[in-house]
């Protein structure tokens, strides 16, 4: 990183910080919310510094700086809400941004196992038999497969797949600091389900029903799981490989970075989620169930690039350190 060019870009914040800090008078409500922006920037910026390219110097300025503005921002807790926000337009998007090369090598690998696995149950009879004995796949493939959407109430079933889902996507995130193993048993499990699934469906001659109730909720489903197993190979790979931070500063701030993706990936579920239990068995026109599946996996889509990108671009990583959770009050 080029020290002086991070400086130039930076300074003026810096200073504006200190100058709030400095004024020895009581702050108006927009300078508060000022403060304590400036506060988690300059926090961020110092941790990017650490990381990147410790010189001695800028790191013991902005250390002094942070710990001046944690001193600052002692006194009433700040709202929920701004809380709340800034982890939905900044922390959550620029953790999963971040994940973006290993989010996508996971969709990549992971479908072609269940593509692969899925066109030899196809074509094998023997991996079929492996499975079940005829009755009991063609009762799957008749009656079980979309019976399994409608058999409970929708508010139910909704809050059955939305916690399960959330589950699964937390050991395969916060686990995966044991070298990645828990995630890809995860992962394995999901794709192996999946291509077996999808095969004996298509063996049948049922590949439009499949699809016709995967694609609703699976969409974004999936690519939740995806990425919560992106995260949780990306904190297995710090582990082995933590490059120029100590090996316990890197776990501790990609720790956090993954705290952040599976709190989000808790509100991620749950959109899946109601869309798996009220839309995909209860939507009978296929083109619309499976369009406002399209409509919400764009829509996540969007959210991550656009927001994630621009946080992401101000230095953002979705490490939680040095947040603080109150603010100063005016006089």
């Known amino acids: 990183m080029d020290v002086d060019a991070y400086v130039a870009a930076h300074n003026a914040d810096w200073q504006r910080l200190e100058g709030l800090i400095n004024s020895g008078r009581s702050l108006s409500g927009a300078e508060i919310d000022e403060l304590v922006e400036l506060y988690q920037r300059t926090a961020t910026h110092l941790s990017v510094v650490r990381s990147s390219s410790p010189d001695p110097m800028l790191v013991g300025r902005l250390s002094s700086l942070v710990a001046r503005g944690r001193a600052a921002v002692a006194g009433a807790r700040a709202p929920l809400w701004r809380d709340v926000g800034r982890f939905a337009t900044v922390s959550f998007p ?63 079933f909704a809050f059955q797949v939305w916690t399960n889902n959330a589950w699964v996507s937390a050991v395969a995130l916060i686990f995966g600091v044991l ?11 999901n794709q192996i389900n999946l291509g077996v699934t999808g095969g004996l469906m298509f063996a049948y001659g049922k590949g439009d029903v499949f699809f016709g109730l995967i694609l609703p909720h699976g969409l974004l489903e999936l690519t939740a799981v995806y990425l919560a197993c992106a995260g949780g190979l990306k904190l297995g790979w710090t582990v082995i490989d933590p490059g120029r931070r100590r090996r316990g500063q890197a776990l501790a701030e990609e720790g956090r970075a993954a705290v952040s993706i599976a709190i989000g990936l808790v509100g991620v579920l749950l959109v899946s989620g109601l869309v798996e239990g009220f839309v995909t068995g209860w939507v009978h026109t296929t083109w619309l169930r499976i ?20 946080a992401v671009r101000q230095g953002e990583t979705g490490d939680a350190e040095l947040r603080p959770d109150q603010a100063p009050v005016a006089g």
């Open 291 to 310: 369009g406002i599946g399209v409509v919400v996996e764009v829509a996540f889509l969007a959210y991550v690039i656009v927001l994630g990108r621009r």
């Open 94 to 156: 620029a953790a999963a941004y971040r994940m973006r090369w290993w989010w996508l090598g996971i969709v990549v690998l992971g479908n072609l196992v269940a593509v692969a696995l899925a066109i030899w149950v196809v074509h094998s009879p023997a991996a079929q038999a492996a499975v079940g004995d005829p009755y009991d796949i063609r009762r799957l493939v008749d009656e079980d497969f979309a019976n399994y959407y409608t058999e409970h109430s929708a508010a139910s």
């Open 179 to 189: 070298l990645g193993i828990p995630t890809v048993l995860v992962l394995l499990t």
